[in-house]
């Protein structure tokens, strides 16, 4: 697959000249780049600290501590179906905050965008940008602009950082996680990886692929009030999907993270995408699904409580941890054998974040 520029995700849907597109003197500190961010950038999103175009964000903290996160954007196409560069930009961040058991607050956005970007595309990303942030309640509150040259690029690139504040005891993290525990996951695995494999491969699929980025904040609050005590890990199951999740913990723990096939939400859609393609939905990225390591007598209450929020009313218990054995993670296939699940070496799929 190729991983070269893709004209196509630039290609604006209607006709342009020169001066609806990004040049390089909008990246150059002066009049230019002072319009472009007023006009894209500030009419869209609404706090003190950003509007005064200050060198720095100066935030009220409610005392005790932080989370802080980042990540860059760097998916081709730009756009596919369930999502978009904008999108990803926001919820992935706020889904590595909610995770680690904070409720996001504050996003940085820093854009770094190709000369000859319509503006029409800027803006329907900076759009999406605003529409995900206003989602998650989370207010870009600084922010950067540069530009640079024609090939020097794909399109744009989007970094966010994301600061959330603890309102409630966040989970112990994986070394805690013992023998017996059940592990959930939150939805159905593996469309992002391939919604966005199939965009950039003009794959016209039948059914069609979507990809699955949703915020998970929501339904992070939901768990850890219904059963913060019992709650042990949270990871959202981004590159590498839901294996390199389990491979990681089972590191940290020590134990085997033992799944059942039968029990692994998977859509018709990605199912029949795999076999075409021959790619194992356990290491096809999500970017809207997470897995969740709990206390197993607390696993129907910590069901009920995913289940109650639209994003993971899919959730489902795929299996327990056990003491360690032939593998790290190991399958018990739908014929009834169990089987080792390899852990994921590099990336099937570049550049689907
Ligand atoms: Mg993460």
């Known amino acids: 697959m190729s991983d070269s520029i893709q004209p196509r ?16 003197a909008h990246g150059e500190g002066a009049r230019a780049t002072r319009e472009l961010i007023r006009q894209h950038v500030l009419s869209r999103f609404d706090h003190p600290s950003l509007s005064s175009l200050g060198d720095a964000a100066v935030l009220s903290v ?10 860059s954007f760097v998916v081709s196409p730009l756009f596919f179906p369930g999502g978009d560069i904008g999108k990803l930009a926001v919820y992935g961040t706020v889904n590595d905050l909610a995770v680690s058991g904070a409720v996001p607050k504050w996003l940085s956005l820093s854009l770094i965008v190709e000369e000859g970007l319509p503006l029409t595309i800027l803006d329907q990303i900076l759009d999406s940008i605003a529409a995900a942030a206003a989602r998650c309640d989370v207010s870009v509150v600084t922010g950067d602009t540069k530009v640079v040259p024609r090939g020097a690029a ?3 690139f989007i970094n966010t950082t994301g600061i959330g504040e603890f309102e409630i005891n966040p989970p112990a993290g994986p070394a805690s996680i013992r023998c ?6 939150s939805g159905p695995i593996g469309s992002h990886g391939l919604s966005v494999l199939a965009a950039r491969e003009e794959l016209f699929l039948e059914p069609p692929l979507q990809s699955d980025s949703a915020p998970l904040h929501g339904a992070v609050a939901e768990l850890l009030s219904a059963a913060s005590d019992s709650v042990r890990a949270v990871r959202d199951a981004t590159r590498g999907g839901l294996s390199a999740v389990l491979h990681e913990w089972s590191a940290e ?8 096939e039968s029990q692994i939400p998977i859509s018709q859609e990605v199912r029949g995408a795999c076999e075409l393609l021959g790619i194992d939905p356990l ?8 897995v969740v390591a709990v206390d197993s007598l607390a696993v129907e209450e910590c069901l009920a ?6 994003e993971t009313c899919e959730a489902a218990c795929i299996g327990v941890v056990v003491e360690s054995g032939t593998a790290p993670v ?10 080792p699940v390899d852990e994921p070496t590099g990336s099937q799929l570049p550049r689907i974040c």
Request: proline fraction near 3%; include cysteine.
């Open 9 to 24: 995700s630039m290609v604006c849907p209607v006709s342009i000249d020169d001066q609806q597109c990004v040049t390089l």
């Open 62 to 71: 409610s005392g005790g501590r932080v989370a802080m996160t980042t990540d």
């Open 154 to 156: 794909d399109g744009i």
């Open 180 to 185: 017996g525990d059940a592990l959930i996951v």
């Open 253 to 260: 723990c020590g134990l085997t993270m033992a799944l059942r």
């Open 283 to 290: 290491y096809s990225a999500n970017e809207g699904t997470m």
């Open 305 to 310: 409580a995913l289940r109650s929020v639209p």
């Open 330 to 339: 190991t399958i018990e296939r739908l014929l009834g054998t169990r089987q």
